[in-house]
């Protein structure tokens, strides 16, 4: 990979998770995504290149839950049926709240560095979620992404 497409989100959830401690990702067979590769391939390659997207990225495209160019997988949330809405609104918050450019690319060392700068918009941007779950959100992110700059 040269490239890759990328949701804000899905960086972060990839960041986090690193944070976490997960050194190495796997398959999910029952979705049938390649968050496991695209999360290996950032995790290993510090300088791949990133372009943003608030559409279907690289993760998404061979989901099973991926159909008809939106994610159908459901969201328990107020407002939010779908994980399609839900996502773009984060995502469209992330762009925001981080001056963030999608007709740009970004290294993943730079974009993780940007984050880390401005990690407290993670309060901002998932406030629908509960305090304890941003909070935890945040500090795991914060983890991953020291880990990852190091």
């Given at each position: 990979m040269?490239?890759?497409m990328i949701k804000p989100h899905h960086f972060m959830d990839i960041i986090k998770l690193y944070g976490s401690g997960?050194?190495?990702f796997v398959p999910d067979e029952g979705m049938g995504h390649?968050?496991?590769k695209v999360a290996n391939e950032i995790i290993?390659?510090?300088q791949i290149q990133l372009q943003l997207t608030i559409e279907a990225d690289d993760i998404c495209h061979p989901c099973r839950m991926y159909q008809?160019?939106?994610c159908i997988d459901k969201v328990y949330k107020p407002n939010y049926e779908y994980k399609h809405?839900?996502?773009q609104m984060l995502d469209k918050r992330l762009i925001e709240k981080l001056n963030l450019c999608i007709e740009s690319n970004y290294s993943a060392d730079e974009l993780c560095r940007l984050m880390?700068?401005?990690?407290?918009?993670i309060f901002q941007v998932w406030h629908e979620e509960d305090d304890i779950i941003i909070q935890k959100r945040h500090d795991l992110f914060v983890l991953g992404a020291q880990k990852f700059s190091e």
């Open positions: 040269t490239e890759i997960v050194e190495v390649d968050f496991y290993k390659n510090h008809n160019q939106m809405d839900y996502n880390l700068e401005h990690h407290d918009c």
